[in-house]
């Protein structure tokens, strides 16, 4: 479940196994040019499927960082289910596709910690077959990870996540840059993974075509704006104080579709049917 | 008959200096040196740092300068020179909105210029600077093959034991720490190893030339590869080859090592950058059909 327990007080030390698996509280990160993040509470549980939405600059990628613990908070906490294994699927744009590695090097990188042999065992390889196929990345181990189509290239980071045993993934932005057709097919993979147990928590600028079909949403700019189901969240008043424009939400086929109000226009009309 | 003395004289020539043990010894470090730097070039290269080896290889000049003023053991003192240089380097990266490249030109710059001023004041310490400065692999002793070979063996070690580290670290740092690497000492302990081999192919390369024994192979390598694993490999063989090649056109030509060993790894540069296409389309196929 995701909240907004402002008042919630937390004690020291790890948080113990069969609760939550990240509290953030009063969580504020500032990387000295004035707070990024202010005040944030944020509650990630068992099997959820978060999407963290907001504006370029609202924190998104900061606060995904902080709940990972890469970014130092200047306030507040993050605090873990101890022994929780993470994973992290980067925007695309953050991979140097001319590095040489292979999709099966790629994701046997990702068992890194303690005592590892340099090079994959064949149980490991075993593994790492049984993740490729489970993503539809059959038979492409050998290929260069620029040599696949936009959707492959993201199930391979999110197979190096999964090959790591992660019992949350965290993916910034994972969709940016695909087709309708690849972003349904991402989305689709997601929903069958968090089915099977997977807690998955991403940030998307894509309200209609990810956040609308996500259980749960958080709007983000700086602080939480709110925090709920797409139909408690995606509403005018919540996307305006999140966006800082007015929107309109449109019903289409039982969904709801955000749209920017035309120029000129203050408010937004809400119910509105397309 | 003319032909086979010719052939035989030819062969005569190739083996005469293996004769001499300064050259024995010469080519063993130039070998081990271009395997090393091979191998340890790949995550220089691979970070976007090549400058870091020529930079580096200016700051342990100084380095040497500062050892011999204090009368402390010049190798000691110029390895800790260089490894706060590259620490240093690191330090500022993680600290300040500054680009490697950038750092590495300030840092590296004022640690060789603090070097020059110091002999300057109070004379070369040791070794001759230029053969510091350009390479004299024929006048290395015993104790300079022993150095190479310990850094080389440590380097295979390092590489070996955090080989899944590094490769994660310098793919993907920010995944890499948010998974539970070490990324800062994964960081460190190469910045140690550069320092560490910088410091051990200087008397053969030369302050001025190393750099190009670490970014030449690593780069040919690249062209030849799009596997990491097979990368280190094939740079680790491009820069041995270059260097047992490299000293031998040294001899026969008598030019300074430094030049016929870089130009040699040229050579292949300019082999793999016209051929290098369809190595690696053969070399995919290849690992398509295991």
């Keep these: 479940m995701i909240g907004l327990p402002a008042s919630q007080t937390f004690t020291a030390g790890a948080i113990q196994p069969g609760t939550d698996m990240i509290e953030a509280a009063q969580l504020s990160v500032d990387y000295g040019v004035g707070e990024v993040l202010t005040d944030v509470d944020l509650t990630i549980a068992d099997s959820d499927l978060v999407g963290i939405v907001g504006p370029s600059g609202s924190g998104k990628s900061t606060l995904l960082k902080a709940l990972l613990g890469t970014v130092a908070s200047s306030a507040g906490t993050v605090k873990k289910r101890s022994g929780l294994t993470v994973g992290l699927v980067p925007q695309v744009e953050q991979i140097d596709w001319s590095f040489p590695v292979t999709v099966a090097e790629c994701v046997g990188m990702a068992r890194a910690r303690g005592w590892r042999t340099p090079w994959i065992t064949r149980a490991e390889r075993g593994e790492i077959c049984e993740v490729l196929e489970r993503l539809g990345l059959t038979g492409l181990g050998h290929r260069h990870i620029r040599d696949l189509s936009g959707g492959q290239q993201q199930r391979v980071f999110l197979a190096r996540a999964l090959f790591t045993k992660a019992e949350v993934i965290f993916l910034d932005e994972p969709t940016s840059g695909l087709d309708v057709r690849t972003r349904h097919d991402v989305l689709h993979l997601l929903n069958e993974l968090n089915e099977q147990g997977l807690t998955i928590v991403l940030t998307t600028h894509d309200l209609n075509g990810i956040a609308a079909h996500l259980p749960k949403i958080v709007c983000l700019n700086k602080s939480v704006i709110g925090a709920g189901s797409p139909e408690e969240v995606l509403v005018p008043d919540v996307l305006e104080r999140t966006y800082g424009s007015p929107m309109h939400i449109l019903e289409h086929g039982g969904m709801r579709v955000v749209v920017d109000a035309p120029l000129g226009v203050v408010g937004g009309s809400d119910g509105a049917t397309a | ?262 130009l040699t790894a040229a050579a292949f540069f300019v082999l793999a950058f016209v051929a290098g296409g369809s190595f690696r389309q053969r070399a995919a196929g290849v690992g398509h059909a295991h």
């Design chain 2, 1 to 262: 008959m003319n032909s086979t003395a010719q052939s035989g004289l030819v062969a005569i020539d190739l083996f005469k200096p293996f004769e001499f043990e300064f050259f024995r010894n010469g080519v063993l470090v130039a070998t081990l040196a271009g395997a090393l730097c091979g191998v340890v070039g790949c995550y220089v290269v691979l970070r976007n740092m090549s400058y870091i080896g020529h930079g580096l290889s200016h700051s342990i000049f100084g380095g040497y300068a500062v050892a011999g003023l204090l009368g402390i053991n010049l190798f000691l003192g110029a390895g800790a020179w260089g490894v706060l240089t590259a620490l240093a380097i690191g330090g500022i990266v993680r600290r300040r909105p500054i680009g490697s490249d950038a750092a590495i030109g300030v840092v590296t710059t004022a640690a060789f210029a603090f070097g020059l001023a110091i002999v300057q004041l109070y004379g070369s310490p040791g070794r001759n600077a230029d053969a510091l400065l350009f390479g004299n692999v024929l006048g290395v002793t015993w104790a300079d093959v022993w150095l190479i070979v310990g850094v080389s063996l440590g380097a295979l070690a390092f590489i070996s034991i955090g080989y899944r580290q590094l490769l994660f670290t310098t793919f993907d740092a920010e995944v890499a720490r948010a998974t539970g690497v070490r990324t800062s000492v994964v960081d460190a302990l190469l910045m140690v190893l550069l320092s560490a081999t910088v410091l051990s192919t200087m008397n053969v390369m030369g302050v001025t030339l190393v750099a190009a024994n670490l970014v030449i192979p690593a780069v040919v390598a690249r062209m030849l590869t799009d596997s990491f694993a097979r990368m280190l490999i094939l740079a680790g063989l491009v820069g041995a080859v270059s260097g047992f090649v490299g000293m031998n056109a040294s001899y026969h030509l008598d030019v300074a090592s430094g030049p016929t060993i870089v």
